[in-house]
């Protein structure tokens, strides 16, 4: 995972929408045995990539997280089967069969206020099962995943701090609680 450079005063942070037990084992044990360097990681849909935010806009961050995150309805998430990335990065991963415009609609919303900011890609929800390892990896990823069918529901959002040497710590949970 690339880290944004952060000046003093500063963390990095991730937003993403976590895919719940028993399946993120399953997802994470996958992707363990594809040799991936995230894989201790929990499987996830990154809604907001990395960021850099001074720590003293952390509390209307978080304070920005809830207003959009606690008025969603939670919705069904569909992943079936795997697709790539590639050639422009070397990811196969879950897709979403059903929940991709939910998941779309909650990035924008997120990407306003304190975390408005801009990205150098379009947003594209997904489960990464392998990403930054070599082709045969990344193909037998792909086929050994071509399967995958399952669903779960949608209804949290979480807060991660991320670190330079690859440790993330969670700092918060957003519960969707369906008034909207």
Excluded at 37 to 42: M, R, T, Y
Excluded at 80 to 98: D, I, M, N
Aim: charged letters at 20%.
């Amino acid at each position: 995972m690339k880290l944004p450079a952060l000046g003093q005063d500063q963390i990095c942070l991730g937003v993403a929408l976590e895919v719940p037990e028993p399946l993120a084992s399953r997802i994470q044990q996958a992707r363990s045995a594809f040799m991936d360097q995230d894989a201790h990681l929990p499987p996830h849909i990154t809604l907001l990539p990395p960021l850099a935010c001074d720590l003293t806009d952390l509390p209307a961050v978080k304070a920005h997280l809830a207003s959009i995150v606690q008025p969603q309805r939670p919705f069904r998430v569909h992943l079936h089967s795997t697709a790539s990335f590639r050639p422009v990065s070397p990811t196969v991963f879950l897709a979403l069969e059903q929940g991709a415009a939910q998941c779309v609609a909650l990035e924008a919303a997120l990407r306003t206020g304190p975390l408005a900011c801009r990205t150098g890609f379009d947003f594209h929800p997904h489960v990464t099962v392998a990403h930054q390892v070599d082709e045969a990896t990344l193909n037998r990823a792909k086929a050994a995943m071509a399967s995958f069918d399952e669903t779960f529901v949608a209804s949290e959002v979480d807060l991660w701090q991320l670190q330079l040497d690859g440790t993330v710590t969670h700092l918060e949970r957003y519960q969707m609680e369906g008034r909207a």
